[in-house]
């Protein structure tokens, strides 16, 4: 089994990858890939969440951290959470999901270009491409830069 294989995976940089609601199996597949930290942004009944995630990875050794975004209604705070954690991740091996990486595409987004300063035509690569935002993201994700 490969990181591959998750639903929507990509490697943003060598200490970060994405993707959407791994399997159990592939679970398991992060513990023996090396990675130190799972942030879900997923909510609890997105599709394929599995209710014993944190008990099953943390039995693996790894950090868990959820902060469930709802899709129709993403906040500010939430983003703030995420960028704050992922501030303190910097350097670990550090592996993002939600339930089909659209959540988690806008949040890395928004996330290179506000705390890393990256461009947006650079920050734009470390999204989902098959993903076009919607207009509840679309806003979101504008809003956000905004307000930077």
């Known amino acids: 089994m490969r990181l591959e294989h998750i639903i929507n995976y990509r490697k943003v940089s060598d200490t970060i990858s994405t993707a959407g609601q791994p399997t159990r199996l592939e679970l398991e597949l992060l513990s023996e890939k090396g990675f130190d930290t799972v942030v879900n942004i997923a909510v609890d009944d997105s599709d394929g969440a599995i209710p014993e995630e944190e008990d099953i990875l943390t039995g693996y050794g790894l ?3 959820h902060i ?3 899709w129709e209604s993403p906040q500010q705070y ?7 954690l992922m501030d303190t991740k910097k350097g670990q091996k550090t592996f993002v999901h939600c339930a089909k990486n659209y959540r ?14 990256v461009d947006e035509k650079h920050a734009k690569g470390v999204m989902f491409p098959e993903w076009s935002p919607d207009l509840i993201w679309t806003d979101f994700i504008q ?3 905004n307000q930077a």
């Open 63 to 65: 950090e868990y951290h």
């Open 68 to 70: 469930p975004v709802v």
């Open 78 to 84: 939430q983003l703030d959470q995420f960028f704050d």
């Open 104 to 117: 988690v595409s806008a949040f890395m987004y928004l996330y290179y270009i506000l705390r890393l300063g």
């Open 143 to 145: 809003t956000a830069l």
